[in-house]
T-cell receptor, first 112, second 116 residues
Framework: GQQVMQIPQYQHVQEGEDFTTYCNSS?????IQWYKQRPGGHPVFLIQ?????EVKKQKRLTFQFGEAKKNSSLHITATQTTDVGTYFC????????????FGQGTILTVHP | NAGVTQTPKFQVLKTGQSMTLQCAQD?????MYWYRQDPGMGLRLIYY???????DKGEVPNGYNVSRLNKREFSLRLESAAPSQTSVYFC???????????????FGSGTQLSVL
């Protein structure tokens, strides 16, 4: 079935460094979503990408959807301690509407 | 608005005990979901309900049952808890309209369940 692989599993950075997490799918995705989960919290929706090659920005966060719609990335410029958490990508989980398959997540630690 | 409310927040069970996790949303959403989160495995879908009156299995349904009681409420039941069901459980909801790409999910605050 549909699989969404996410790398790296962990990333430790110094505050001010950049951070990137990558998401790859075994099949073409109609869209991809990104979520952030703060330590001890619940996942919170960040963004959805729908179009091939789409790039969206939210302040220091840049989201990309690959041309083939099989991969995506989230890049954070100049990380801050408030960026700490786990970042998940999620894609449609098969033909049933509404189901999402989540990647394993990237745990970001930011050292001040 | 409370959004998605889950109860309880914490629960400890002995092997073989049963329990029901409750979830309610006040956003008039059509679709509701139950996920479990284990270290290094992301969020895995247990069951979902695309609309009131329907439920369907996700990736890891074994050992669980669900009830979509009404549009607001979606409960998850463990009939005979096993240590492998120790996890953090999240309920989520979405608008679920067919005319859109996958709708974004709104998550509850989670239930930390330990089965001894």
């Amino acid at each position: 079935g549909q699989q969404v692989m996410q790398i790296p599993q962990y990333q430790h950075v110094q505050e001010g460094e950049d951070f990137t997490t990558y998401c790859n799918s075994s099949t073409t995705l109609s869209n991809i979503q990104w979520y952030k989960q703060r330590p001890g919290g619940h996942p919170v929706f960040l963004i959805q990408l729908v179009k091939s090659g789409e790039v969206k920005k939210q302040k220091r966060l840049t989201f990309q959807f690959g041309e083939a719609k099989k991969n995506s990335s989230l890049h954070i410029t100049a990380t801050q301690t408030t960026d700490v958490g786990t970042y998940f990508c999620a894609g449609p989980g098969g033909t049933s509407y509404g189901k999402l398959t989540f990647g394993q997540g990237t745990i970001l630690t930011v050292h001040p | 608005n409370a959004g998605v409310t889950q109860t309880p927040k914490f629960q400890v069970l002995k092997t073989g005990q049963s329990m029901t996790l409750q979830c309610a949303q006040d956003m008039n959403h059509n679709s509701m979901y139950w996920y479990r989160q284990d270290p290094g495995m992301g969020l895995r879908l247990i069951y979902y309900s695309a609309s009131e009156g329907t439920t369907d299995k996700g990736e890891v349904p074994n050992g669980y049952n669900v009830s979509r009681l009404n549009k607001r409420e979606f409960s998850l039941r463990l009939e005979s808890a096993a240590p492998s069901q120790t996890s953090v459980y999240f309920c989520a909801s979405s608008r679920g309209r067919d005319s859109f790409p996958n709708e974004k999910l709104f998550f509850g605050s989670g239930t930390q369940l330990s089965v001894l």
